[in-house]
């Protein structure tokens, strides 16, 4: 199994190019199969979960034409059924994005139940009540949401809880529906909004999109359509907290500041530099680093994909830090592993209390999900001596070429396989 070797200590410095949003990039693929025109989508992630969805689709008849690692060309004129069991997708979350792609252009979907991280329970009610009140008939039975309408008819729709999913989901289904529906407590997220200008570009009526009422105006079809996918929020996030975990000077180029204002916010807080450009961020971290208080929220609250980084940083801060997780309830399973590397954290539900420490150090630790296992990877590049990461299939799903970016910023992580490859790897950088 692959791991990650780690030998901590160096400030990161240097400048790192990000990739195209992968929780942008999978409902955009979903939503690519609305039409029986040709879609040409670029800045792809080329990451396990953007991969695994393409495969899912490709085994249900929608050609995929990939040019390169970040661009794919893409034609469902020829789907041959509405079936979807590719037992990889039950692993990633946006699985369920089909249903509301395949209900709104077929009026009927059968896709496995998603997995994903292992984060909290994941409910998925809201999609179903949305999917209700355009007029399916939902049914979960034999691991698969089953969906099938006569007609899909626009609706007014209230979403008890801000759900990112579910408000994609029933966007998706609300375009090919018959007249108009509203959502009301709708998500704001980036992707979201990047979702609702794919829909339009091909044709949608979608307005309101970011914030908290999107109106839909039915139309009968969709056409083709040549989209870029912005950047993501998430991995910026994650590099620009690299910055301050390791006391380095990163850039992280190709952004859009606009969606990182949570995150440079509290880096500000906690002492750091943060100067922004166009489309580009620096991060200088050359002061200690300052305790505050944090709480996770729907965007343009900080999100709770960067709970897991900013935790890592305040475990190095002085004073006492609170975080507060308030999306899902079992985000914090990572903290047994930062308590092994010397941090001082105690967690009571939902709330980390956290007394800031000088150093981590080095342990064999594991990714128990896709962001904390991130986070574990820059607490390690921060603490003293080696580490090893293991379960890095969660990092994958999520960050392309993440050890590889790190190595540039100068970076000492190797991907490694056996206790061989471990010691060479200590030889070669003892
Ligand atoms: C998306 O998950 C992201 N995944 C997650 O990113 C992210 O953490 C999350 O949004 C919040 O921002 C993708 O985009 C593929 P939600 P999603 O529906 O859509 C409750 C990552 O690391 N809820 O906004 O599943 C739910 O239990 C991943 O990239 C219901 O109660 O999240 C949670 O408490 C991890 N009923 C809250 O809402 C529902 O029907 C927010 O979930 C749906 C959700």
């Known amino acids: 199994m692959e791991q990650y070797a780690i030998k901590g200590g160096n400030p990161l410095v240097g400048e790192v190019e990000i990739g195209g949003a992968k929780n942008a990039a999978l409902p955009i693929l979903a939503a690519s199969l609305m039409t029986d025109e040709t879609v040409f989508i670029e800045n792809i992630p080329d990451v396990r979960d953007t991969n695994v969805l393409m495969s899912a689709m490709q085994d249900i008849g929608v050609m995929m034409k990939k040019e390169g690692r970040h661009k794919a060309t893409i034609n469902a004129a020829n789907i041959n059924t509405t079936v979807v069991t590719n037992d990889k997708l039950k692993k990633i979350r946006a699985s369920y994005y089909l249903v509301g792609a395949l209900l709104g252009k077929y009026k009927e979907a059968d896709v496995v139940l998603p997995g994903g991280c292992d984060i909290g329970s994941r409910a998925i009610d809201q999609h179903i009540k949305g999917f209700e009140a355009l007029g399916a008939e939902v049914k979960i039975e034999f691991g698969r949401i089953r969906a099938k309408a006569e007609h899909l008819r626009g609706n007014h729709i209230y979403m008890d809880v801000v759900s990112v999913g579910a408000t994609i989901n029933v966007m998706m289904a609300a375009t090919l529906a018959e007249g108009k529906t509203i959502i009301e407590n709708a998500a704001k997220e980036p992707h979201v909004v990047d979702l609702a200008n794919f829909l339009n570009s091909m044709g949608a009526n979608i307005r309101g999109a970011g914030t908290d009422v ?73 002061k200690p680093l300052k305790h505050t208080q944090v709480k996770t929220l729907p965007y343009p609250g900080f999100p709770t994909d ?31 592993e930062l308590i092994r590397m010397g941090a001082n954290i105690k967690v009571e539900g939902n709330v980390a209390v956290i007394n800031g420490m000088k150093k981590y150090t080095g342990a064999s630790i594991s990714a128990p999900d896709l962001r904390a296992g991130a986070a574990l990877v820059l607490a390690a590049l921060a603490a003293e001596g080696y580490s090893t990461v293991d379960d890095i299939r969660y990092i994958e799903r999520g960050y392309e070429d993440f050890h590889i970016k790190l190595q540039g910023l100068g970076a000492q992580i190797d991907l490694i396989e056996t206790e061989r490859d471990f010691q060479k790897f200590k030889l070669k950088t003892g």
């Open 306 to 336: 960067m709970q897991p980084q900013i935790t890592v940083a305040l475990a190095l801060s002085q004073g006492t830090s609170i975080v507060t997780e308030s999306i899902f309830e079992n985000r914090f399973k990572y903290v047994d």
């Open 214 to 286: 999107i109106r839909i105006q039915g139309v009968q079809r969709l056409h083709g359509s040549e989209y870029m996918i912005i950047p993501d929020q998430i991995e910026a996030g994650t590099f620009m907290f690299a910055a301050a975990i390791t006391k380095g000077d990163v850039t992280v180029k190709n952004v859009i500041t606009k969606h990182l204002e949570s995150i440079t916010s509290k880096l500000l807080e906690i002492g750091c530099e943060v100067k922004e450009e166009d489309d580009c961020v620096r991060v200088v971290a050359s």
